[in-house]
């Protein structure tokens, strides 16, 4: 069989990162197609059954501000949702949602079998086509294992862990992808025959137990919070209804059984190749590299409404099932757990992301996109926000328009993408509230005011969702007027105003904006000063920006100090090596990343400010000659 199909963009894989840069694709009106190895995988959540957490709850709220689908799915699928780190400033809340995970995966499939201008196929994907002209290699579409022949003015990779995926639980090896479905064993071949590099990533699931052989009256409930918000800008309703989940520890008896057989671990006797991540380590990398702590937290976590399985969050492990066994019944609560899928971890190849573009676009292939954890990365999250701007780029590219690049200071997904092209990745990449400088700004609550302006330019946000946005930014901004606007002076009648609601007095006059910033309830104000009742997303952005107003102001001139820096672009075919003062391994650094302004520049490890000022030196030389070799107007 050698037939041929033409499509705009082609993309591989229907995970996270595929879905969304499919359906991103498809709504922006360009012919797509998305290959999976499995119809019935589909967005499946083959690790945690949950959505959000710190850092990744602000990328949720970013992908629907721009128009992507996870936010909506999750809200769907909820069977618990928590709002964290609520002791904490707004910066830093995040929102974890537990997930029906085959509700969820139901959802997306759904979504994606019914968007106009989508096709779905099952397929293995062998190799990528492409034609050289002009020196430059472009990507011209697929091969399959069919023999078809599928050709796309641009293709997106969303591989998952799938290439040359290997299973490895104790002495049992075998190639698989995640639960046990096929590997994509050529593909890896045909991108090292590009000339693109390969890293050996691993990952790792705990084991799944049923739930009727818990003992829960010996662990701690965590019930969910029924005031925490959804993800979606266009969720109204959430239910109040929420399932439960548990909380358990190891404890020295786990320990021990652990440390008896490590030399039964993979990752200690060097059967696992692949580099794991960092802050998702397996129990036995926890116990080996923590001694000396006592205990470890589990969360029991429903998979679904309609199964058994409890997933044993924080107990990932590639140990063998009957080590397995034996340590669960030493763990409160798991004395007579019995195991329905035994841990397991996964090793697989993915891409340096320092061969792509901040627009995810791969350097070295014209047309060729990369998204998720073939980008080096961990997580549903992080993969969606990638699969959501290559599948913009995509379209971008073959349509002639300016590629979206969203800088560090737009939203955790340009610190997500920065850092990845920039900076690259040695271990999984994991999005975290640290990673990112300016959290003041990018809260989770205000990623729809910053973000659904650039969703709506790029023709992804609805007439319907643009209307509800823009009536509540108006409403902020309305509120935020009148409050600024409202001058109050320590006079008799306002200060007994102010000591019946038991507010403290004003003493010097000041406005009502900055009376709000000290007491920090719009509530407690509005009967006082005949306020206008506000909706509680509006009420909510009011008394946050009114009490960190100074800070926000400091944050956004920090901001504008980069983007001075940002705004200074580096011609693309700059020589470095021809900047006699750079230092070697700095030129080395940037020839290699090819940042495309001095900003980028200044953030790639090995790259010192010495060397940044080196290279505005040279520029503003070079474009004082450009300048001066111009013909004159006269």
């Keep these: 069989m050698n037939t041929t199909t033409d499509y705009d963009i082609i993309v591989i894989g229907a995970g996270h990162a595929g879905v969304e840069a499919a359906l991103a694709a498809a709504r922006l009106g360009q012919r797509t197609l998305i290959v999976t190895l499995s119809l019935d995988n589909i967005a499946m959540m083959p690790c945690n059954p949950s959505v959000g957490g710190p850092g990744k709850s602000h990328l949720v709220r970013e992908i629907d501000a721009l128009g992507g689908e996870m936010g909506i799915a999750a809200d769907r699928a909820s069977i618990q949702r928590r709002l964290l780190n609520t002791g904490k400033g707004p910066a830093v809340h995040s929102l974890r949602m537990q997930a029906d995970k085959f509700l969820y995966q139901r959802i997306m499939k759904e979504t994606v079998e ?34 078809e022949r599928l050709t796309a003015r641009a293709v997106i990779i969303a591989t998952g862990t799938y290439l040359r995926g290997r299973i490895i639980l104790g002495e049992t090896i075998y190639d698989s992808g995640p639960n046990g479905q096929r590997p994509a064993m050529a593909l890896s071949d045909s991108l090292r025959a ?16 049923d739930r009727r052989t818990i003992d829960f009256g010996k662990t701690s409930i965590q019930e969910g919070d029924p005031a925490a918000p959804a993800f979606s800008f266009l969720t109204d309703v959430m239910p109040d209804e929420q399932t439960p989940c548990y909380l358990t520890y190891t404890n020295e008896a786990t320990h021990e059984v652990i440390r008896l057989n490590l030399h039964r ?3 200690a006797n060097g059967v696992i190749e692949g580099i794991g991540p960092r802050y998702c380590p397996s129990v036995e990398t926890k116990i080996a590299r923590f001694p000396d702590k006592d205990r470890h937290q589990l969360f029991l976590e429903p998979e679904g409404l309609h199964t058994n399985e409890i997933y044993v969050q924080g107990m990932s492990t590639s140990l063998p099932t009957d080590v397995q066994e034996a340590f669960l019944t030493t763990i409160a609560g798991l004395e007579h757990a019995r195991i329905m899928r035994p841990g397991y971890a996964i090793e697989y190849d993915c891409l340096d992301p320092l061969q792509l573009t901040p627009s995810l676009a791969v350097k070295r292939v014209a047309g060729l996109y990369s998204a998720g954890q073939a980008n080096g990365t961990s997580g549903y999250e992080e993969a969606a926000a990638q699969g959501l701007i290559a599948g913009i780029n995509a379209v971008r590219e073959i349509t002639g328009a300016e590629p979206l690049i969203l800088h560090r200071s737009d939203g955790y997904i340009g610190v997500l993408i920065d850092d990845l092209v920039t900076k690259g990745t040695d271990e999984p990449y994991r ?24 969703g709506r330019a790029i023709g992804l946000v609805s007439d319907a969702r643009w209307a509800r946005f823009t009536a509540k930014r108006d409403a902020i901004e309305e509120s935020l007027r009148l409050l600024e606007h409202t001058k109050l002076n320590p006079s008799a009648e306002t200060e007994a105003r102010l000591a019946a609601a038991g507010i403290a007095p004003l003493r010097v006059p000041m406005t009502l904006l900055v009376l709000l910033s000290r007491e920090g309830s719009y509530d407690a104000l509005a009967p006082l000063f005949d ?33 001075r820096l940002e705004s200074r672009r580096i011609p693309d075919g700059l020589d470095y090596s021809a900047i006699t003062s750079l230092r070697l391994e700095a030129a080395e650094k940037l020839a290699a990343i090819r940042p495309r302004s001095i900003g980028q520049a200044s953030r790639i490890s090995g790259v010192s400010p010495a060397d940044i000022s080196v290279l505005l030196v040279y520029l503003e030389k070079e474009r004082r000659t450009e300048q001066s070799a111009r013909p004159s107007k006269d």
């Design 114 to 147: 019914n968007t106009e201008n989508l096709d779905v196929r099952q397929l293995l994907v062998t190799e990528l086509l492409t034609e050289e002209t002009a020196g430059e290699k472009r990507v011209t579409g697929i091969l399959c294992e069919t023999g």
């Design 194 to 209: 590009l000339g693109l590099t390969l890293m050996r990533f691993k990952t790792g699931t705990p084991a799944r137990v």
């Design 265 to 267: 671990a993979p990752m």
């Design 431 to 454: 999005m975290m509230t640290s990673r990112a400088e300016y959290r003041l700004i990018l809260r989770q609550d205000n990623a729809d005011l910053r973000l659904t302006p650039i």
């Design 531 to 563: 306020l206008p009742p506000l909706a509680a997303d509006v009420k909510e952005e009011v008394e946050i920006m009114a009490r960190y107003d100074g800070y926000i102001k400091k944050q956004r001139e920090q901001i504008a100090r980069m983007e």
